[in-house]
């Protein structure tokens, strides 16, 4: 198969080129870069997934896609000009991909998105069919959503809900790390909220599995089936690197150093990858103990 990927330098995307590469699929990376960093075997092709160009033909000519673009959300304070590119980086890209493969080329797109889409919550256990929420983030997610499943009258259209992201080489781990190397880290404030995390390896394995599988369509939650409250993320990263995890962040200290973010990193929803398990993905990493041995200890 020929799949064309954007957002191939970020880090899920590069694991997804790689995966796909070792499957034997033909990757089309498109890049803003005229020589990006790519598995090898994948093509580049240098556009902005922004703005029309020559790219949209080469998506055309293509079997199915795969959408990452997007600029980080944790990049940096949400000051208005950073919200409107968060919102354009991931709602404009998903509308020039859409209005491609409304009318031509691949009849298959994975999409992007992420938990944000259910906004904070508490203890509500939130599989697929759970309501959107109604902040910053969450409106995002439901925009690029919207404009994705815009392709779904001719093409299989898949929004793969993303939560945490544990990697070894980036992603939110090595900021989580940080504290616990110099014996201060610990929750953020009492640590109650959940976090919805997925390793790497499942992450792009799941979206290399909505792929291939006819019956994966509409929102598919990227988070391992055991999420767990920060606390005990705390902990278990503590127990990994032999580090004290009692020490807690204060969540004023976080909206004082964040402003918006702070809702980001001090709340969080209790995701469930329900879709996934009862279509039969099998997850390497279901736990998070085992996860951070993975990616800590090896």
């Given at each position: 198969m020929r799949v064309f990927v954007t957002g191939a330098t970020g880090l899920i995307g590069g694991e997804v080129c790689r995966l796909l590469v070792a499957a034997g699929h033909e990757v089309v990376a498109l890049s803003r870069s005229s020589r990006p960093r790519?598995?090898?075997?994948?093509?580049?092709?240098?556009g902005n997934p922004v703005a029309s160009g020559a790219w949209q033909d080469e998506l055309a000519a293509c079997d199915a896609c795969i959408h990452l673009a997007g600029e980080p959300v944790a990049a940096g304070r949400w000051t208005p000009e950073r919200k409107r590119s968060i919102r354009a980086s991931r709602v404009e890209s998903a509308r020039r991909v859409a209005e491609v493969m409304s009318s031509r080329g691949p009849r298959v797109l994975v999409s992007g998105s992420g938990v944000g889409y259910y906004g904070a919550r508490k203890d509500e256990v939130l599989d697929e069919a759970a309501a959107p929420g109604s902040d910053f983030l969450a409106s995002v997610c439901r925009e690029w959503e919207e404009t994705a499943l815009s392709a779904a009258g001719r093409a299989r259209v898949v929004v793969v809900r993303t939560g945490l992201v544990l990697a070894r080489g980036g992603g939110a781990l090595p900021r989580l790390l940080l504290p616990f190397r110099f014996y201060l880290g610990g929750p953020v404030g009492t640590g109650e909220f959940w976090q919805s995390w997925i390793h790497l390896a499942d992450q792009a394995g799941l979206i290399a599995w909505a792929l291939e599988n006819s019956e994966v369509a509409g929102p598919l939650n990227a988070t391992a089936p055991e999420p767990a409250r920060n606390r005990d993320l705390a902990r278990a990263i503590g127990r990994a690197l032999r580090r004290?995890?009692?020490?807690s962040v204060p969540v004023w200290g976080l909206r004082l150093a964040l402003g918006e973010l702070?809702?980001?990193?001090?709340?969080?929803?209790?995701v469930i990858p329900q879709k996934a398990l009862m279509l039969g993905y099998r997850f390497r990493f279901p736990a998070l103990e085992p996860a951070l041995a993975d990616l800590l200890c090896a």
């Open positions: 790519l598995p090898a075997l994948a093509r580049a092709v240098q004290p995890s009692a020490l702070s809702s980001v990193v001090a709340t969080g929803q209790r």
